[in-house]
Each structure stands twice: as structure tokens, then as C-alpha cells.
């Protein structure tokens, strides 16, 4: 495994996610377990993961954000979701990048958080 990367800078490199590969739903369930301590919804339904890229030999690349630059646990978060996935049964290895471009905002959560937090 390695370490997570420092934040990307410049223009955004989010791409679409590897939706149709094997390991996707997995590794969702597995970023589902992941918690913002402030906020009490998982960071994939919050809108944190930007994308979930899976290669061939299935490593895991992982471009997510923060709800705010200064997140009390923006140094620990990136891996906590490094751990989660990589517990996945067949994920070779987990590489984390952060980014702020695009800034996340609320209208990034899925309906399942913004019910559950009274937004609906």
C-alpha cells in the first residue's frame, strides 16, 4: 500500500469511475464504512470520492475531497479510506489523492445523506 498523496493542484483530474469493473461495488461498500466525525454520514454518500479508478490488475486509485480544506482530520481521512479499501478481497493496492477543484458543496450529497442530515 502506500501512502496518501498530497492535495492535486491545477486543473481538475477527475475522470469517471471504473463503475463496470468487479471490484466497484466493493470498494463503495468499503468507502461506505468511512465516516466524517463531524458530519454523520458515510463520505461516499456525503460526495467526498470523486473517482474510484480500477486498472486490469486491479490497484485502486481514489481522488476524493474534504468538506473544507481545514477539516480537522483532512491529515487522517485519506488513510482511513486507504484501509477501508484495501481490506477488499481481491484489491492489490490503494492509492489516495486529495484535491479541493472542485470544491465540494452540499448539492454533491446523494438523497439517501441529505434525508438522513433533514435536507429533504
Same mark, same amino acid.
Request: proline share 10%; charged share 20%; net charge negative.
Given at each position: 500500500?502506500?501512502?496518501?498523496?498530497?492535495? *492535486?493542484? $491545477? +486543473?481538475?483530474? #477527475?475522470?469517471?469511475?471504473?463503475?463496470?469493473?468487479?471490484?466497484?461495488? !466493493?470498494?463503495?461498500e +468499503?468507502? =461506505?464504512?468511512?465516516?466524517?466525525? &463531524?458530519?454523520?454520514?458515510? #463520505?461516499?454518500?456525503? $460526495?467526498?470520492?470523486?473517482?474510484?479508478?480500477? !486498472?486490469?490488475?486491479?490497484?485502486?486509485?481514489?481522488?476524493?475531497t *474534504?468538506?473544507a480544506?481545514?477539516?480537522?482530520?483532512?491529515? &487522517?481521512?485519506?488513510?482511513?479510506?486507504?484501509? +477501508?479499501?484495501?481490506a477488499?478481497?481481491?484489491?492489490?493496492?490503494? =492509492?489516495?489523492?486529495?484535491?479541493?477543484?472542485?470544491?465540494?458543496?452540499?448539492?454533491?450529497?446523494?438523497? &439517501?445523506a =441529505?434525508?438522513?442530515?433533514g435536507?429533504?
Amino acid at each position: 500500500m502506500t501512502e496518501a498523496q498530497p492535495p *492535486l493542484e $491545477g +486543473a481538475p483530474l #477527475i475522470k469517471p469511475s471504473s463503475t463496470d469493473h468487479t471490484l466497484y461495488d !466493493s470498494v463503495v461498500e +468499503a468507502c =461506505r464504512t468511512v465516516f466524517d466525525p &463531524e458530519i454523520p454520514v458515510n #463520505i461516499f454518500d456525503l $460526495g467526498l470520492i470523486y473517482t474510484i479508478d480500477i !486498472s486490469s490488475e486491479n490497484m485502486v486509485d481514489i481522488i476524493m475531497t *474534504l468538506t473544507a480544506p481545514g477539516c480537522p482530520v483532512a491529515g &487522517e481521512m485519506p488513510g482511513w479510506v486507504e484501509n +477501508a479499501v484495501s481490506a477488499v478481497p481481491g484489491v492489490q493496492d490503494v =492509492r489516495v489523492q486529495m484535491t479541493f477543484d472542485p470544491p465540494w458543496g452540499m448539492n454533491m450529497m446523494s438523497d &439517501e445523506a =441529505r434525508l438522513e442530515l433533514g435536507f429533504m
